[in-house]
């Protein structure tokens, strides 16, 4: 019965192996076969690439001057074998092949994708960028199982019919084509992550484009777009967003909606003024260089202060508004060749100021010599500026952002601090511990600190005590070089030192 059974698993094999073999020899497109000399490669791709493809499923014939793709390119899932014959002693057995899932055709010459391709139908990855590609045939559509689609810089008038039955796919470019309209049907492919549709011609998108709410990049850059729908604000997972090199005169308000993006790039288009962007609360990167503005409005309003980087160069602003100052977690401001003439006093309270580009600009209330020894220098000369009372209250708000930041940073310990007893603080250049992570490392009963950190410049109310005196009396132990300490409570019970 062993013996029978064996026969008959390798009789139904060969059958079967038969039957692709009749199918692999028949034309494929409308095409007769070529190439069956198994010596002789295939249409320049060698028998020896074929075979790999076949053990890995991957397939790269990029950069081969290739006008057409060969036919045993397209049925390599179909052959079992070039030379007609079985052996079980062969490298390339039939039985251990993979359907093909990556396939890279780029850069060649080719002008089609024929019909040959439905016969991939496991596909997962086409990338044939860089051809000359002005039509592709219906028959991708049966490539379900497709889920990145590379059509760039090919000669696309438009989208092809049959990239919008691929509903499984989730990265979609087609830019550097001469795509001039994005039809409604966009909305069928509701899974994608990515969509590249830069450096086209389109004039306009569909309200449709809305449906995209998987969305996650959306590159748009170096079109002819003069509005966007107001739909936009429904893609509410978006994380990059490219609108560069556009004729946009505004942004729809929808576009606040947008709390997942973190990079907002508007560069050379012509926006009269900032857009109104207060809702993005994870927003972190905003270009809005080389446009026409002229005013940036009450900033506490128009963007959220978790702006980092903040490009509005090459516009036409003559004025800083002192609302700078509640971006504090602004690091790198560019406002070259617009129209300023000095920065408001206000500013110099940014804590997180690394770097102001100011070239191009009168700046007749800064000396050059200040702006010649950098940043530091000019934030420190507008600090200089400010009253006591400003001060004061610059220092309140420094504290604040500094205890947000000791908020977070605890609550990324926690865990660790949990298992380990330890509240680890070293190296985190930090000039406030909050009450909060105090309590938590009460509880954790020992507190590692930098030899020389100030603690805190604010009274904990609660206990009356300055930092270290509650650390102390809390029963904590400071890992320190010299495990001293010195504390100023009669002078300043705000102020204490560990050394």
């Not at 438009?158 to 990239?163: C, E, L, N, Q």
């Not at 929808?254 to 993005?280: E, F, V, W």
Request: charged residues 20%; proline residues 4%; aromatic residues 4%.
């Amino acid at each position: 019965h062993q013996h029978t059974f064996v026969v008959d698993i390798v009789t139904n094999s060969m059958s079967g192996f038969r039957h692709r073999q009749q199918q692999a020899q028949r034309p494929i497109g409308g095409r007769a076969s070529r190439d069956m000399d198994s010596g002789s490669g295939s249409g320049g791709v060698s028998d020896a690439i074929l075979k790999q493809a076949r053990a890995s499923g991957q397939l790269n014939i990029s950069n081969r001057q290739l006008a057409t793709i060969p036919d045993a390119v397209w049925r390599i899932n179909l052959d079992a074998s070039q030379t007609g014959s079985v052996s079980f002693d062969s490298d390339d057995r039939w039985w251990d092949q993979q359907e093909l899932q990556r396939l890279t055709i780029s850069s060649n010459q080719l002008t089609t994708i024929d019909d040959g391709i439905c016969h991939l139908s496991s596909l997962a990855s086409l990338d044939a960028h860089d051809n000359q590609i002005h039509r592709v045939s219906d028959k991708l559509a049966e490539l379900q199982e497709l889920k990145a689609l590379n059509l760039s810089s090919n000669a696309l008038a438009g989208i092809p019919d049959s990239v919008f039955h691929l509903r499984n796919l989730l990265s979609l470019r087609l830019q550097a084509n001469t795509i001039s309209a994005v039809p409604p049907h966009i909305s069928a492919l509701n899974l994608l992550e990515e969509l590249d549709l830069s450096h086209n011609q389109i004039e306009a998108l569909p309200d449709t484009i809305g449906h995209l709410t998987n969305l996650k990049r959306l590159q748009l850059s170096h079109n002819r777009l003069r509005t966007l729908p107001a739909t936009i604000g429904n893609l509410t997972l978006i994380v990059e967003l490219e609108l560069i090199h556009n004729q946009l005169e505004s942004v729809p308000v929808s576009l606040k909606n947008l709390t997942g993006l973190s990079r907002l790039d508007l560069r050379y288009n012509r926006l009269a003024q900032l857009p109104l962007l207060g809702g993005m609360h994870k927003l972190k990167d905003l270009s809005v260089g080389f446009n026409r503005i002229a005013t940036l409005g009450e900033l506490s309003s128009a963007l959220p202060p978790y702006v980092t980087i903040l490009d509005v160069r090459d516009n036409k602003i003559s004025e800083i508004p002192s609302s700078i100052a509640t971006l504090t977690e602004l690091e790198r401001l560019d406002v070259t060749n617009n129209d300023i003439s000095g920065f408001p006093a206000e500013m110099g309270t940014l804590p997180k100021l690394k770097s102001v580009v100011l070239d191009g600009n009168p700046m007749r209330s800064l000396r050059r010599d200040i702006i010649a020894r950098g940043t530091t220098s000019i934030l420190k000369y507008l600090r200089s500026r400010l009253s006591q009372e400003q001060e004061a209250d610059v220092e309140a708000q420094s504290a604040q952002s500094q205890a947000a930041d000791a908020l977070r940073d605890a609550a990324v310990a926690k865990a660790a601090m949990s298992a380990s007893s330890t509240l680890d603080l070293s190296k985190r250049d930090m000039t406030l511990v909050d009450s909060a992570t105090l309590h938590s490392a009460a509880e954790a009963g020992e507190c590692v600190l930098p030899s020389l950190t100030i603690i805190s410049k604010r009274v904990l109310s609660s206990h009356g005590l300055c930092s270290l005196c509650f650390c102390y009396h809390a029963g904590l132990r400071f890992r320190n070089n010299s495990p001293t300490y010195e504390c100023s409570t009669m002078m300043d019970p705000a102020v204490c030192v560990v050394d």
